[in-house]
């Protein structure tokens, strides 16, 4: 039983679909049930006080977390938003980031999950697109990743890093094109490719 905890990431996209299609066409004999508990805008700390009533009543023995987009502020984040305020800000986003990522492990740790942590998705900030760009918002996202890298180690889980793939999918793709992204127009949710 696997639950797939995120943020509108998970909620809407198709990574998880894709797993579940592996195993359902390479192990059709075996029983496995998959629970998307991604919820849209939701950050570490939302995980944690949703928990008890959203994840663990399906008693999973599984439980792959991917979370960092929202946690970051990307409010904070642009290049007119350069003040101490905003730099500030950023640090105590990231804070409460590792804080809650910190309790979130030990309490799935705690009730004996097998926990896979997959490093946040890019925000792409290089891309050449219309819309608004929160310039530096993905900077943090690899301070994210680095930080689920070694979160991950202190617990002996297995990490997914969809930062550094990403990142070295869409910077081959701009050297042609710099208006390629491996995530929608947003900058911030992954299109199928980004998912599989």
Not at 144 to 170: K, Q, T, W
């Amino acid at each position: 039983v696997i639950t797939f905890i995120g943020d509108s990431i998970t909620h809407g996209g198709g990574y998880h679909s894709d797993i579940f299609l592996f195993y359902a066409t390479r192990f059709p004999e075996k029983a496995f049930r998959y629970y998307n508990c991604g919820i849209s805008g939701d950050t570490a700390l939302g995980v944690l006080s949703r928990f008890d009533r959203d994840i663990s009543v399906y008693k999973p023995n599984i439980a792959t977390v991917l979370l960092g987009m929202n946690d970051v502020g990307r409010e904070h984040y642009g290049l007119d938003k350069t003040t101490p305020e905003h730099l500030a800000a950023r640090e105590a986003a990231f804070d409460v980031y590792k804080e809650s990522m910190n309790r979130l492990a030990s309490r799935l740790s705690v009730t004996g999950y097998r926990m896979i942590f997959i490093t946040p998705t890019v925000y792409d900030q290089t891309a050449q697109l219309k819309s608004e760009n929160a310039f530096g918002a993905d900077d943090m996202l690899r301070r994210c990743a680095e930080f689920v890298i070694e979160l991950a180690g202190r617990y002996g889980s297995p990490v997914v890093d969809f930062h550094s793939v990403m990142s070295r999918v869409n910077h081959k793709l701009q050297k042609t094109d710099p208006s390629a992204t491996i995530v929608g127009e947003d900058r911030t949710h992954p299109g199928e490719a980004g998912h599989l």
